[in-house]
């Protein structure tokens, strides 16, 4: 599918923290009542924002009970930190998610930065460079276990990977992704796919197989055709606990709709 024709998508990232388990799981509901297309998570251990040390849960247990509690939205995380499963482990989860959900399984999948969760849970923290180079061998292995796996994925899982390092993130993402996902203005945006589209260029590849993916807040008025007109057709707002507000992910539902037609 070339960017041009992709149908523009809204997710939804249901933060972890800060709230019961009841609450998260509603809001998932809610979520894909209200017409959204994925309700992705995060894969950290502790709260990102406000208190440090507040309700929290863990990735890919929930994402498992998303899958039977969901029927439409894919699901996924965004994103997996590679440091924390051996990556011939983390392949066999997506696999049995992706056949728990009848295939809605996004496999999202980074490098890993918070310091905290390496830190309490004993991982060993290294460089940003290490980490990116953990996760460029990470890739292949995850490939080549997903494809001796019995019974096999239902489908081929969608990769997606999260960052915006130009030298080696995105390079990866050239190799090994379906799904590119980054964070910025307009501006910002615009420079990363400009490197995303020479990076695919370096090895053969139609840049437009990826999808382009990035995080927005505010109004879709403000921002949304801009992005849109650089290609990016995967809009995903976050929500955090205890409350999980989503009046700003219905105005982009709604722009969705104005837009797709």
């Known amino acids: 599918m070339t960017t041009a024709n992709r149908p523009i998508r809204i997710g939804l990232q249901l933060q972890p923290q800060h709230a019961d388990y009841a609450t998260i799981r509603r809001t998932a509901s809610e979520a894909e009542e209200l017409g959204v297309d994925i309700v992705f998570n995060w894969d950290h251990f502790y709260p990102l924002y406000g208190d440090p040390d507040g309700k929290h849960f863990e990735c890919w247990t929930m994402l498992g009970a998303w899958a039977e509690s969901t029927s439409r939205v894919e699901i996924g995380a965004l994103v997996t930190c590679n440091s924390y499963r051996n990556p011939e482990l983390l392949a066999d989860m997506a696999r049995t998610v992706d056949h728990i959900s009848d295939g809605r399984l996004i496999l999202g999948i980074g490098s890993g930065w918070f310091e905290k969760d390496y830190a309490e849970y004993g991982y060993e923290f290294g460089t940003a460079g290490g980490r ?24 081929r899982i969608p990769v997606l990977i999260g960052g915006g390092g130009e030298k080696k993130t995105l390079r990866l993402v050239a190799r090994h992704a379906d799904i590119w996902h980054g964070f910025g203005d307009v501006e910002v945006a615009e420079r990363k796919l400009r490197i995303l589209d020479q990076h695919c260029a370096d090895i053969g590849r139609d840049p437009a197989e990826i999808e382009r993916s990035v995080g927005v807040q505010g109004d879709p008025e403000e921002s949304g055709d801009k992005l849109h007109d650089l290609g990016i057709t995967l809009f995903t707002v976050g929500v955090g606990g205890p409350d999980y507000d989503l009046s700003g992910l219905r105005k982009w539902i709604a722009w969705r709709d104005s837009r797709n037609g």
């Open 132 to 155: 990116l180079n953990d996760l460029a061998e990470s890739l292949p292995r995850i490939e080549s276990r997903l494809a001796k796996l019995n019974p096999q994925p239902t489908r």
